[in-house]
T-cell receptor, first 113, second 117 residues
Framework: DAGVTQSPTHLIKTRGQQVTLRCSPK?????VSWYQQALGQGPQFIFQ???????QRGNFPDRFSGHQFPNYSSELNVNALLLGDSALYLC????????????FGPGTRLTVL | AQSVTQLGSHVSVSEGALVLLRCNYS??????LFWYVQYPNQGLQLLLK??????LVKGINGFEAEFKKSETSFHLTKPSAHMSDAAEYFC???????????????FGTGTRLTIIP
């Protein structure tokens, strides 16, 4: 059973560009969450998708947007990249329900130059 | 808003010694609590979770944690450290929401565990 997969593994962009990160959830999971982990920090919640809708959002600007597809996979889009967007972006999947554990993918390392 | 405090950004213990990583939460209602481990250049792996009345929770790799409501704590312990335990450990909380699709995790800043041979 494949776990959570993310692509690409690494990405280098320049300021002002746009980027799309992709996530496939663990089989049987219907909820996808995205987190940003800056170097030396804990993951910060960006947003969560369930039933193809954004259900909850963290303290991130509108430059960060997402989508969930009917097969539960998800994309994270970041527009007008800033140097401060350099981080590890983690996708986590879960089965909707209180207290359900989130399974994390290996992450996408984004570097903005 | 919920928050998590992990005391000690770096902890070093000798191989075979007790591991104790501290986590305190701030919430008016006892939340769901989780401990995750992150190895270099990898994602997060769940060690254990607290979601019910059982206050002592056993996880993988010999780790366990005790939920203490009076102290708002959820400290992680392991009786005997192994070299393979060297990693970054994160405590996290989520609300006891009633609506599905709203189980965001709020993480602490992490504790780096070093094992001394």
């Amino acid at each position: 059973d494949a776990g959570v997969t993310q692509s690409p593994t690494h990405l280098i962009k320049t300021r002002g560009q746009q980027v799309t990160l992709r996530c496939s959830p663990k089989s049987g999971h219907d909820t996808v969450s995205w987190y940003q982990q800056a170097l030396g920090q804990g993951p910060q919640f960006i947003f969560q998708y369930y039933e193809e809708e954004e259900r909850q959002r963290g303290n991130f600007p509108d430059r960060f947007s997402g989508h969930q597809f009917p097969n539960y996979s998800s994309e994270l889009n970041v527009n007008a990249l800033l140097l401060g967007d350099s981080a590890l972006y983690l996708c986590a999947s879960s089965l909707a329900g209180r207290g359900s554990e989130q399974f994390f993918g290996p992450g996408t390392r984004l570097t903005v130059l | 808003a919920q928050s998590v405090t992990q005391l000690g950004s770096h902890v070093s213990v000798s191989e075979g010694a007790l591991v104790l990583l501290r986590c305190n939460y701030s919430s008016s209602v006892p939340p769901y609590l989780f401990w995750y481990v992150q190895y270099p250049n990898q994602g997060l792996q769940l060690l254990l979770k607290y979601t019910s009345a059982a206050t002592l929770v056993k996880g993988i790799n010999g780790f366990e944690a005790e939920f203490k409501k009076s102290e708002t704590s959820f400290h992680l312990t392991k009786p005997s450290a192994h070299m393979s335990d060297a990693a970054e450990y994160f405590c996290a909380v989520s609300d006891r929401q009633r609506t599905v699709g709203n189980e965001k995790l709020t993480f602490g800043t992490g504790t780096r565990l070093t094992i001394i041979p």
